[in-house]
Each structure stands twice: as structure tokens, then as C-alpha cells.
Nanobody, 112 residues
């Protein structure tokens, strides 16, 4: 059984930084990533990374966010810098593609 546990969300001022972590137990697949959902909006992709290190980013976060992965720990990270109020959302960790698993979400709030 796959279980994802996210941590690292919080409240930060615009221009600040946060680092999210997602520890995956029971998962040995290729793709892991981060998605986010703001109030009243659809869930959207933030960044993904494969086990070999191939990364993909949403245009809105390129140059500000960095996704990384520790395969030994089965953990994926999202370093978020230069945060903007529009980055405010619940951030979800996702593991897998065809069959996917989701974490419970962690709130990120960026104040102006």
C-alpha cells in the first residue's frame, strides 16, 4: 500500500522561501511530483521528476521552484523561492502516472 506524507507548508511573506517534502512508502515507480489547488480553481501541475532526474515545471514557477528527489529515501522535495501571493494554494504530492497516489496536501500561504 502506497502512503504519501507531505510536510513543509506554512505562511510566508512575498519574496520568501519554503521547502516542501513528500515521503513515499510502498512506492517504487518512476514519476513523482507536486500539484497545487487554489480556492475556486482546478488542481494544476507544479513540477514533476522521474527516478532518473528528468524534471518538468509549470511555466508559472520556472526559475523560482526546484524539484528534487532522493531515491534512496523515496522522498521528493520542492524548494520554492521568490514566492508570490498567487502561489497560495494547497500543495499535493503525487506518485505514479497511470496509477497515481496522492498525499493529503499541505497549505502554502503567501502574504503580500
Amino acid at each position: 500500500q502506497v502512503h504519501l506524507v507531505e510536510s513543509g507548508g506554512g505562511l510566508v511573506q512575498a519574496g520568501g522561501s519554503l521547502r516542501l517534502s513528500c515521503a513515499a512508502s510502498g512506492f517504487n515507480g518512476n514519476s513523482m511530483g507536486w500539484y497545487r489547488q487554489a480556492p475556486g480553481k482546478q488542481r494544476e501541475l507544479v513540477a514533476t521528476i522521474t527516478s532518473s532526474g528528468n524534471m518538468n515545471y509549470a511555466d508559472s514557477v520556472k526559475g523560482r521552484f526546484t524539484i528534487s528527489r532522493d531515491n534512496a529515501k523515496n522522498t521528493v522535495y520542492l524548494q520554492m523561492n521568490s514566492l508570490k501571493p498567487e502561489d497560495t494554494a494547497v500543495y499535493y504530492c503525487k506518485a505514479g502516472t497511470v496509477i497515481s497516489y496522492w498525499g493529503q496536501g499541505t497549505q502554502v500561504t503567501v502574504s503580500s
